[in-house]
């Protein structure tokens, strides 16, 4: 009953602390003769990497990932075996000392507290366990759920930063290219409003102060029929995904929260018929009713905090129960959201990859 | 992988169509031993039930719930065995022909649509799987979950309508006694509140029309460990539980979505400690660090969409995909949240039950 | 964690003690549009049901099943609609003060003892939760499941008593047709041996003893690929499937024990071609190669021991640890294996249904 | 729904194929503070490393494990953090090309074919991810279980060679000493037997033939209550684990086939009470009854065939379904037994320590 894995047809279990020797993970249940590109694996990869730009902590991570097992070149083409694929990323040598004042130390709004209750031993050189180190693996895992989806049904994934703090795109969620999205180094794809961001992260980061703020997740070609009610609804399914994220603090499917503000008569979305097709005419349903996609775009905005770890003096107490004052030192990502809109993406596209291959035999 | 069974320790499996024979459930892994008060399962249940005020569907069910194993009276108590419990309510005889002018509509956003593509053929009476009746299984293992919680770690568990349309409570979050909460129809603790949403729901309703709005959930006493990060943190489990719930647009965590427009200086809950406990000034975190609960509240918001049955005429298309205009009749409830508040205590509940159980064997 | 569920994918949840309220179900995972024959589904029940014979205990039962969702009757055909199938038979009125005498007392080599320890709390009345009254349920999935694989792949399986006590079939394992089976009441379809079984049984009857053999289940028209490497091998769960089941002593697969005795040179199954067909020469892998079915038939013998309850009486001790000498008074089943056929046929069924839905995703 | 993890608390995933990069797994859901014996670790892998002696093949495996997470060192003791622990062994560099011949040849007895119907693809060198060598990971999961378990409840786990062929041991399954299992490198505790089995597997060997036979294992210290019924029983979860081993034919609990012979009044245990505590006289339910562990001693014996490699031709077909002559080359082990020795020392410990830890709530 450990929760280190996710899924239930497509599964992804990781491991790995921060600092210990590696990290890493087991997708299995993908099916065999699958053609992976594994640049587009690496490239996911160098869209969550700390260091790509100047809005994220300089921090150096080893980012290099090796694949164990689960795959077989066949005529120049890299194709799954239908066995587990097993990946690691080694860690890069730390100097553990750096850490030592942390030893005892409960940070605020990190989790040094919670694991150290729950587990009575802990592992304090970056966070352990805790750290968002261990997003990597979902990426990974995620690429090949994205590849797999493509080949399969023609869907796509993108997932773009709307909000930074009070800074905000003025238009409704849509669907925007990956190329268009990673223009700027925030990825917003409205320029203007990138500029803006990047400004006020700027400001933050000099402050040694952190912001959050609200991404955006369309998926467009989603086959109609994922989700399986009552409980594992694919709206459901999705929430767990995205609120295992670190940082998070909550989410909207379709319409939202402004939805809510509505009359039914005002929010069902009508029907109709086009080209022997059956649509819906609006989308407040966000792609989603009674729990199983409709085929229309599946819309969701994903809350986050602003990062914990800051730069500033902080009251908090440690292990022992005295107070201390921790102070601000090191790096820090200002704001998470530029690098997490890959892990958003991931851990989308495992989740409608697990109700794709679940959907498989709901009828006859 | 078919959806129907809830947790992995404490678990819930559901059957049952709104007009088929019955509907119930199975609760296993209920520790043995426990002394369980009946009367509290079937109060919480007619907390649930259509019909029991102005503001809810006058739509009669049966509610009467009937155990049938995993229980024994020792000495005067009923008593858990540690084997599952299983449990029915019939559904009342009902006239399917007042439903043969839905058999083939697709009702906008309704299951209609969906369920007929998932499964290629639909039980229409009611809504079948997808209507909200299948709740009654949840509200009967929440009550048993939440006498667990009470009796285990004097956990409690409450939730009262905070926002019904445009008309909101105007104070934060926080916990209230059910029999307060219980006091005025609409399940808001705010007497002259309430009343202006009761009035709100009524106009609603003679319109034909429907709203959504907001519940507040608060569990205090929870024991700090519970959670399992990194997939099945606490946050994660919850949120799947509480989307899992028939027309739920989203929620937030603690400072949710207003905590995402604070700098990290700002947000981040200190730590003190005080006789020898530690505990964090603030609870902007809404009681889960981590992914793992801290001791303090927990604190979430749940927005609810407006019903999507209305008495007034809307346009669709049938299961030929022929436009058609669909009437409005009949009976419905123009607003949910009264009668959701204790379906979200109860998924609250179960979730926390899960893993309370799973975090027995967190440490040697 | 709680153990009253089975299968991944076409999931079996049960529920009740023997002389509670009810024992019943829910099939989770079927398939939608499946037509049924509930006919046939009761005429297994007959099978197992306890009177049926002089071979049998003389314990009346009510073996009357109801289904209460999942199922809808269109055009004259029951048919499943993809959601779970819950279905109840109501326990007999009975007198629990017949079991008083056995409260406290733990009676040899049954789970009386067990229970207690493991829950500290217990229904004696009947055997309670582990009494085999619980194999109802699954008899009633396996008839799903038969329905499921007949419908799909022209699979057919079908058991027999091999041996009573020291009363055996003279030739090795083979595919019997049910009626010929069934035209004994001990169910071994050799007329000769089936008598003198049938007079063996008798026999013990009269001394208030026991008696327990072996049972083959052959299954043909096998789909090859099913069974998930490396844990889930078809064999590996066709074994938990099988001794799950009360009495079971052990198993073997194919060749079995006998095949132990033989060199590699011998053993080996060694391929043909045959009509543009890959086949084995011989079977001595019994269907199953690498823990993936290969097309060829599943064979199995199962063990049983003889029936813990016997007429005589025996020495124990209660539960607080006194020394008794417990009578024999009732009825009870000489030997299970007749009643035991069609349940071995159901746990087949459902772990192959189970493997079979899994399948369907392996390859692109 | 893939079959690549076992246990439902105490988890084991694993991966890698015999001649991919490398193989491991990952451990989740052991609890932290254990201290942990790296060495007992090693040593086991060493008890089951291919060359280890003239009984078995002389291939060498690179079965040096790395630690990747989940393990901290404090006070100079390796301890677990109660993270997933990953743990990786770099396969050797081996030369494909001595594989060709087997690229499209189906190898009697072996997984070759029906992974081909499976999956459509294969990774025909040295057997993929169908060989032996994946139980490596099994034997790491299976050191921590058995630390787990002596740790907590004093439970002790020995396995040991029974028949070779046809030479037996002459008395009935007991416990033995691991070093005195250890002391012959056939790993059987009668030194008389032990010789005259090696003699049989080098006689074997030398024909280029091979030969099966049996193991017993013998858990002592068990603490009763283990095992969840009904389907989840102990006997049942121990038999999935041990037939999910390449190469076992079938498996025996207790008295087991010779005790199916017997009459109930002749096979029944009696209880009695001695010094306060409960016990059975004999022990022919092998320490589990109902499904649960009842304090005395687990007794399984577990058979495997002859190794289906043997050097010596066969006919066979390849994937295009051309009959063809298999010539025997290279090694080979002419008798898998006392390697698998460890093996089944290790599934039943892992077995075990997931039910041990899913016990923990069984009672209030």
Redesign the interface.
Request: net charge neutral; glycine share 16%.
């Given at each position: 009953?450990?929760?280190?894995?996710?899924g239930?047809?497509f599964?992804l279990?990781?491991?790995?602390?921060s600092h210990?020797?590696?990290?890493?993970?087991?997708i299995?249940?993908i099916?065999?003769?699958?053609n992976i590109d594994l640049q587009m694996v690496h490239h996911e990869l160098s869209r969550r990497k700390p260091g790509q730009s100047n809005l994220t902590t300089p921090r150096k991570e080893n980012d290099e990932v090796?694949?164990?097992?689960?795959?077989?070149e066949?005529d120049g083409q890299i194709?799954?075996?239908?066995?587990?694929?097993?990946f690691?990323a080694y860690n890069n040598d730390s100097n553990s000392s750096d850490y030592n004042h942390l030893e005892k130390a409960?940070r605020?709004?990190?989790?040094?507290?919670?694991?150290n209750?729950?587990?009575?031993?802990?592992?304090h050189r970056g966070g352990?366990?805790?750290s968002a180190r261990?997003t990597l693996s979902r990426v990974v895992a995620g690429a090949f759920a994205q590849q797999l989806l493509e080949?399969?049904c023609k869907t796509q994934i993108s997932a773009y930063v709307e909000?930074v703090?009070?800074i905000s795109m003025p238009n409704p969620p849509q669907f925007y290219e990956k190329n268009q999205i990673d223009s700027s180094e925030v990825r917003c794809p409205n320029p203007e409003i990138a500029s803006r961001m990047e400004q006020k992260i700027s400001e933050?980061k000099n402050?040694g102060?952190?912001?959050?703020?609200?991404i955006v997740m369309v998926a467009k070609g989603v086959k109609?029929?994922l989700?399986?009610?009552?409980?594992?609804?694919l709206?459901?399914?999705l929430?767990?995904?995205?609120?295992?994220l670190?940082a998070?603090?909550?989410?909207?499917?379709?319409?939202?929260?402004s939805?809510?503000?509505?009359?039914?008569?005002?929010?069902?979305?009508?029907?109709?018929?086009s080209n022997?097709k059956?649509r819906?005419k609006t989308n407040?349903?966000g792609g989603?009713?009674?729990?199983?996609?409709?085929?229309e775009d599946i819309v969701i905005?994903l809350?986050?905090?602003?990062?914990?770890?800051?730069l500033?003096d902080?009251?908090?107490?440690d292990s022992n129960?005295?107070?201390i004052v921790l102070g601000g030192v090191g790096r820090h990502d200002p704001c998470v959201l530029p690098r997490a809109v890959p892990i958003v993406e991931a851990m989308v596209a495992i989740t409608l990859a697990d109700h794709y291959?679940?959907?498989?035999?709901?009828?006859?």
């Open positions: 009953m450990a929760g280190n894995s996710f239930k047809h599964q279990m990781t491991f790995g602390e210990g020797e590696a990290i890493g993970g087991i299995d249940g099916p065999a003769g699958l090796k694949f164990l097992s689960g795959l077989i066949k194709t799954t075996l239908g066995s587990p694929i097993g690691i409960f605020p709004s990190h989790a040094d507290y919670t694991y209750v729950k587990y009575g031993v802990r592992d352990g366990r805790s261990e080949k399969e909000r703090h009070d933050i402050e102060d952190s912001v959050g703020g609200a109609a029929g989700g399986e009610p009552v409980f594992d609804k709206n459901a399914d929430s767990k995904a995205l609120m295992s670190p998070t603090k909550g989410l909207e499917f379709g319409s939202g929260l939805g809510t503000l509505l009359k039914g008569s005002e929010h069902n979305d009508e029907f109709a018929s022997g059956i819906t407040r349903s989603i009713q009674g729990g199983i996609s409709n085929g905005r809350w986050f905090k602003p990062t914990s770890t800051i500033q902080q009251n908090s107490v129960g005295n107070e291959m679940r959907n498989h035999s709901s009828k006859i």
